[in-house]
């Protein structure tokens, strides 16, 4: 198993560490997940943050205005999706169950966070207090680099929700386009060199076709991909994907990717949208997080909101979803405000002008040299 660093470098937006679960070239096995070291609190602490998630639906309520967007298939999406990279696995059963609570219905997961069989936990623990059905929720699920293979894609996918407890993903997405050496290691290496596969996503995107025919996704969707490789896809697939996931907030606006999308009927999901602040410097590039952009900050106070709900509504008012991380109640309810309120064209204009086509999160030296890796592309 490789560092923590590095698995979160390559992953999107991101994530956490790498499952050990072995999905090997013929059929998956069950094993446990090393989960990444979590920082040392006091138990006094502890106990502090699960008073706070589990008092946040007496304390707030439930938000009933979930706005939702139309996808291609006919299927409908949560504009607002609460993200499980990196959450402390010791809080995820209070953290997911109070977003729940709080009236998020969309849950963004992926194989490498590491952390399926918790979150599954926590959705299974709100089914079966009442609070939601099954239905009620969008799950949302990636297929991992080293199971491009087509054959291998459904073994990964039946996996994932083996582990999750589910029955259908809403959404699987190719969680990136760079193909890895099959296999029980998520980033094969041979000293320093990444291994890659001989295989590519076309072949994954065939596997990902099958998993609509056979109900185990209700859509899928790319992660990560520019519009070559989208177009690509279009070109040679009987599906066009649903959905791209893409890094996306006022220094990257993506706005070429964008119209690419909208003008195929697929939609953009935006991650790091507040500029990942809290994400150790080791993972991301070096600049100040957008959250902390003066200009974000005056038409926030102008607008009487908090920076975050600015930055969530900026991607709203653009027609995108928005995947946005929160580990305490107070941030949650915070978040779902975003839903409450509109930026008019001039101040959307006003955060697109602070463009300047920064990636907070590049892959660099773990998978930049790959053959498909997209950010070498204009768009």
């Not at 138990?43 to 291609?72: F, H, V």
């Not at 600049?287 to 908090?306: C, E, Q, R, Y």
């Not at 920076?307 to 915070?334: C, F, T």
Request: net charge positive; with cysteine; hydrophobic share 40%.
């Amino acid at each position: 198993m490789k560092c923590l660093l590095i698995v979160l470098c390559l992953c999107v937006f991101l994530i956490g560490k790498a499952s050990t679960s072995h999905i090997q070239t013929t059929t998956p096995r069950s094993s446990t997940t090393k989960k990444p070291n979590m920082p040392v609190i006091s138990e006094e602490d502890y106990l502090k943050r699960i008073e706070e998630l589990t008092a946040g639906k007496t304390k707030y309520g439930r938000y009933e205005k979930m706005n939702y967007l139309a996808l291609a298939d006919g299927s409908k999406m949560p504009v607002l999706a609460v993200g499980t990279a990196l959450l402390d696995p010791r809080l995820i059963k209070y953290q997911i169950g109070a977003a729940i609570d709080l009236g998020y219905r969309a849950i963004d997961t992926a194989y490498i966070y590491g952390n399926e069989k918790e979150v599954g936990e926590a959705i299974q623990a709100k089914i079966d207090d009442g609070t939601v059905r099954r239905e009620d929720l969008y799950i949302i699920s990636k297929l991992w680099s080293t199971f491009h293979r087509t054959d291998l894609v459904e073994q990964a996918c039946r996996a994932s929700l083996e582990k999750m407890g589910l029955e259908y993903f809403d959404l699987y997405m190719i969680h990136n386009p760079m193909s890895f050496k099959e296999g029980s290691d998520p980033i094969p290496k041979i000293a320093t060199v990444i291994q890659y596969s001989q295989h590519d996503y076309l072949d994954a995107w065939y596997g990902m076709e099958d998993l609509v025919n056979k109900g185990l996704v209700r859509s899928i969707g790319v992660s990560n991909f520019n519009s070559q490789q989208i177009q690509r896809i279009l070109d040679k697939g009987r599906l066009k994907p649903m959905v791209n996931q893409v890094e996306c907030h006022p220094y990257l606006t993506q706005e070429r990717l964008d119209n690419f999308c909208a003008e195929r009927n697929i939609t953009l999901s935006a991650y790091g949208v507040l500029g990942s602040k809290g994400t150790p410097a080791d993972m991301k590039s070096s600049f100040t997080p957008v959250i902390d952009d003066a200009l974000v900050k005056v038409i926030a106070s102008g607008s009487a909101v908090s920076p975050a709900q600015l930055l969530i509504r900026y991607q709203i008012e653009r027609g995108h979803n928005v995947v946005v991380k929160a580990s305490s109640a107070a941030h949650m309810w915070d978040n779902l405000q975003a839903l409450s309120f509109n930026l008019d064209k001039l101040q959307v204009n006003a955060l697109n002008a602070l463009n300047k086509n920064k990636r907070t999160f590049t892959f660099k030296g773990m998978g930049d040299t790959h053959k498909n890796y997209p950010f070498s592309s204009i768009f």
